[in-house]
Nanobody, 114 residues
Framework: VQLVESGGGLVQPGGSLRLSCAASGFTFSRYDMRWFRQVPGKERELVAIIARSGGTTNYADSVKDRFTISRDNAKNTVYLQMNSLKPEDTAVYYC????????WGQGTQVTVSS
């Protein structure tokens, strides 16, 4: 199993970023996918979940109405569109797949700062 995130970077408050997570080594379309984020010294926080079909999504209250999770099962990729970014969104963002155990990507840094 391999999960590779990309798309992070430095953005000004109010800006947007789109994260991608390319998955391989398992049947992607059979599993829900998750995005988490982590700030140094704090626990990893669940940001968004998308069902295997893409028909159901859930979000942390802190990102609701600003972030959108989506997936393309033909490309084995899950996305996180982040709009109206705030400084408190600064974190390392990870995608995750829960198979017999939980797998994580290496993370991508998102920094929101003027």
């Amino acid at each position: 199993v391999q999960l590779v995130e990309s798309g992070g970077g430095l953005v000004q408050p109010g800006g947007s970023l789109r994260l991608s997570c390319a998955a391989s080594g398992f049947t992607f379309s059979r599993y829900d996918m998750r995005w988490f984020r982590q700030v140094p010294g704090k626990e990893r926080e669940l940001v968004a979940i998308i069902a295997r079909s893409g028909g159901t999504t859930n979000y942390a209250d802190s990102v609701k109405d600003r972030f959108t999770i989506s997936r393309d099962n033909a490309k084995n990729t899950v996305y996180l569109q982040m709009n109206s970014l705030k400084p408190e969104d600064t974190a390392v963002y990870y995608c995750s797949a829960r198979l017999l155990r939980t797998y994580w990507g290496q993370g991508t840094q998102v920094t929101v700062s003027s």
